[in-house]
Each structure stands twice: as structure tokens, then as C-alpha cells.
């Protein structure tokens, strides 16, 4: 059996990322971040990166980290309100924006992860995400062309995965990670759990040709806002 494991998160990553590459980031707020592996970006020290996320994570966790060391000159994303750095970083011109609905940005990895340069979506028109965009019309609706996002780094969490990078997700973990794992021309992936044999084929959610190079997952599972019922008393 062969292996994609390693067992150095940081010198397999800093060996790979040059300053401005594209990082595609797979999760949702901080559900499903590859904490791991976002560390290791921050130490490569690499600069003037794009980073493809639904969200840029919040102010000293997640994706935030790369925030605090202005490592990003610019953000794909369709969701940035919970870093008040980021805010800072945007207002005063450090940091480009181009913010895109997520049912769109969701497609643009899949589109790149199949290798569909352009895609025309109803999603956006009339609005500023249509501005400079082309506009056709398909029976009688208009509809604005989306291009495929082609990473050339991408970054998951998986629940379990095997030595060939085969990979399974935990529940609302999955969200971005599968498309950002095939929109990635080298994917890292990291597990909480990696299998000593093949994982079953029906169980496969993200197919190890995707898959690169597997790492452990830490044990690091930050909680974006934590809400409690109060206590009943009696």
C-alpha cells in the first residue's frame, strides 16, 4: 500500500506555497478548519496570498492567524463579519475584497476541481457582484459569467482518511472541504483519524486522486460563539 502520509505538516507546505499563490481553505466559520495545516501556512512566512474561503475564520483563530500576520493581500469569500482586523486591514486598503455569493463560490471550486473554466449563474444579477462581469440571457433570464477557481494550493480537514488520501468528513465539517480539496492543483488534507488499511469505497466522500499529500489533524476544535440554554432551576 501506498502512502501520502507525512509526518511534518510545516516542511511539506513551506517545500510547496510561494509567495502570491492562490489557497483555497475548506470549512465554515470555524467548523471543519484545517487548523493544522493554517498554521503551517502562517510559518512558511509566505506572502501577498489570495485566499478562496467561505469565510476568513475570526480575529487570532482560523484563518484569522494569516490576517494577523498580513500574509493575504487579497479575499475570495462570501462571509467576512466576524474579524474585526479583517475589517481594518479592508477599510484602510491593505486587503482586496471580491465577495461572492456562496451558492456561486461553491461552484466555482467545483467548476475548477472538473476543470470547467466559466459558468453562467443567474445569482448576482442587477447587483455589484454582476459589475464588469459578461451578461447573457438563457430563456428570457439574464445571467452573469462565473469563472472556475483553479488553487494552487488547497487546504481540508477530513474526519478519516486512509494512506491513499481517500477522505470521509464528520457531519456539518464537511461543508467547503470536499470542493476546496478538488480545486486544488496540490491538496493537503489533514485527518483526526487515518486508517491502517483502505477505507471502504462507499464510505469515500473526497477521492484520494484529489489528495496530495495527508497529514494528522490536530486535536484543536475552536467554537466560533458558543451558546447555552440557561439553567432551569428545581
Known amino acids: 500500500m501506498s502512502t501520502k502520509y507525512r509526518e511534518d505538516a510545516a516542511a511539506e507546505l513551506a517545500a510547496v506555497v510561494k509567495d502570491g499563490m492562490t489557497i483555497a481553505v475548506g470549512g465554515f466559520g470555524l467548523s471543519g478548519n484545517p487548523n493544522r495545516l493554517i498554521a503551517a ?4 512566512g509566505a506572502k501577498d496570498l489570495t485566499v478562496v ?10 484563518l484569522g ?20 482586523l ?31 473554466p466559466a459558468f453562467f449563474t443567474p445569482t448576482g444579477v442587477g447587483t455589484p457582484v454582476a459589475e ?14 462565473e469563472r472556475g477557481i483553479f488553487a494552487d494550493i488547497a487546504l481540508v480537514r477530513a474526519y478519516q482518511a486512509d494512506a491513499e488520501g481517500n477522505l470521509r468528513y464528520r457531519m456539518t465539517s464537511k461543508n467547503f472541504n470536499p470542493l476546496a480539496a478538488m480545486s486544488g492543483r496540490h491538496t493537503f488534507a489533514e485527518a483526526e483519524h487515518i486508517l491502517d488499511d483502505y ?34 432551576e428545581g
Not at 206 to 229: S, W
Open 41 to 44: 501556512l502562517r510559518d512558511s
Open 53 to 62: 474561503s467561505n469565510n476568513m475564520g475570526v480575529d487570532g483563530k482560523g
Open 65 to 84: 492567524i494569516l490576517i494577523e500576520n498580513k500574509q493575504v493581500s487579497k479575499v475570495i469569500a462570501s462571509y467576512v463579519g466576524e474579524n474585526k
Open 86 to 116: 479583517f475589517a481594518q486591514q479592508f477599510l484602510s486598503g491593505e486587503l482586496e475584497v471580491e465577495f461572492c455569493p456562496q451558492g456561486t463560490l461553491a461552484e466555482r471550486l467545483r467548476a475548477g476541481g472538473v476543470g470547467v
Open 132 to 145: 464588469g462581469k459578461e451578461v447573457m440571457e438563457f430563456n428570457g433570464r439574464p445571467a452573469i459569467l
Open 199 to 232: 477505507m471502504d469505497p462507499s464510505l469515500v466522500e473526497t477521492p484520494g486522486i484529489f489528495v496530495q499529500t495527508l497529514v494528522q489533524a490536530d486535536e484543536t476544535k475552536y467554537i466560533e460563539q458558543r451558546t447555552v440554554r440557561t439553567k432551569q
